[in-house]
């Protein structure tokens, strides 16, 4: 189930991002990134799993640039989403082997329900996001300033902690 | 770990390039990262508490023979929806069966049992415990810990039976064995003929040598038997055992385990002398305990090379009793002739078994005729050097690594060598 998930997201990352730069023209970059896409694949078969981080890094590198070149975000934001699933997937595949048969199928479930969850959450906010475009205020921006800080505060606090440093 | 903080900076990164540009989209991008982020952050492993023991199905075996290692985890903690353990073993053994490692879920008050076969090469090997990763269904946070279990496995080397090794020391102990003692008394060989004494069996009467002397008895001897002390010493130094990248040290383990199993077998104390990179005391003694302590000094035993220990001239003779038994076994290097000399003026009794260098590369190239010359004139070289050495007195046996041990320590040692079968009855 995993393997057949991994390939499905990989192909539908690649797809989505590709058709947003190839709806305005851009042919040569959707060209660009679907092949990453098929080496993303060839990566899975040939268990190099290391170009699941390059692919991750291209595809984000990808919205970010579609973004700024105003492409219809719904394409880059579910390109984006699919791209992380695979890179989930992708760790998660290689730690099957370490599964026995007995284990496989209730561990493969756990983690599903638990990217279903984060997908489900993931979607209605993009979905509302994309719905209610709103456009940036200064209170908005200050709130998120300081929202930034205080997560990076936390973040490097926990980094910190003696047991979380391995 | 690596997973958590690349996220964060993409999530960071994307944040603020929305700040700096004043664009919602980017912070719109941010938030499935963010909301993965979270969720890993979110759902972050409980305190590991796990108990675990491991069994071993045997913990000395013989080399290359399986041995299966059962683990048992029991969580007392909370749930741990990804525990990765694995068994920390000794890099020389190799698994057959099953897994070192495995990843499950437990719930709490869950326990786990699995099973995985090794083998490996002789050797003590220990495992120093397991190594627990746990992380929640995401794999974003984690919680490392090592849990001590430790365990050893004893890989002792082959004991080959010996039927018999003809040993006979000048001097023996107190305690009867199967050494001649060169002593007069209760024994099986003859040994010579003495006044009579009041209380000697009749069957003991030499008729003839009585029938020669009108007015007195006289009565058989026979030679005791005893036990004897022998000091075994193997050879360890690189410089006789390792050629190239194949050491014959294992073919000189193989031959101190199956000569001390022997002596102590005839109830013979027996003690062993690594000598090597440092030298490793076995101090003598009988009996299967011995034996026990002899073979785990084996299973440890390593090659090493130290400038003190080069040759053999360290050798700490007082160790060993004046008049006892040593067996040196060794490849034997041109230096160690003087030093085998050397004991052999101390008065000990000094055999030397010495698996043969030359067969044993020889096994591993290939024919060529060139080679062949070679191997003529090393052959003729350690030639001389056994005749010498055998012409100090000293018995030597050139074990051709081809041939088992057993069939050539029999054909050499199962009977007394001529030089010692006459030896002239001990001064009383």
Redesign the interface.
Known sequence: MTVVLLILSIISSAVLVCWGYAAVGWIWVALGLALVGIVWLVAVWRGWAWFAWVAMVLYSLAAVFGVLLDLPLVWLFTGLVSGLVAWDLTNFHRQLRFIEKEDLAQMERAHMERLGLFLGIALLLGAGSIVLQARLTFEWVAFLVLLCVWGLSRMVKWLRKPQNNN | ?R?T??L?I?V?L??????VL????????A???A??LF?G?A?HPPEVKLEITRTLSQERVAPERPVTVTITVRNLGGAL??A?LEDQLSPALTVHDG?P?????LPQGGSLT?EYTVSGPRGYHTFRGVNV?IS????L????EHIPVTGQLFILPPVVRLRRVYIRPRQTLVYSGTIPARRGGPGVEFFGVRAYHPGDSRHRINWHASARHMDELYSNEFEQERVADVGVILDARIRTNVYKNRSIFEHSVMASAALMDAFLNEGNRVGLLLYGQYLQWTIPGYGKMQRERLLQTLARATTGDSLVFSDLAYIPTQLFPTNSQLVLVSPLHPDDMDILVRLRLREYHVMVISPDPISFEMQALPDDPALDMARRVLQMERDLLLTQVQRAGIQVVNWDVTRPIDQVLYAALGRPPVSLRFIPRRQM
């Open positions: 770990m997973r903080i690349f964060g993409l960071y994307l944040l603020l390039t929305g700040l004043v664009r919602s989209p980017f912070i719109a991008l938030l499935p990262l909301v993965y969720l952050l759902f929806e990804h990765f897994k490692r495995r990843l499950v879920t699995w990763t929640e269904h995401l794999g946070s984690q919680r490392v």
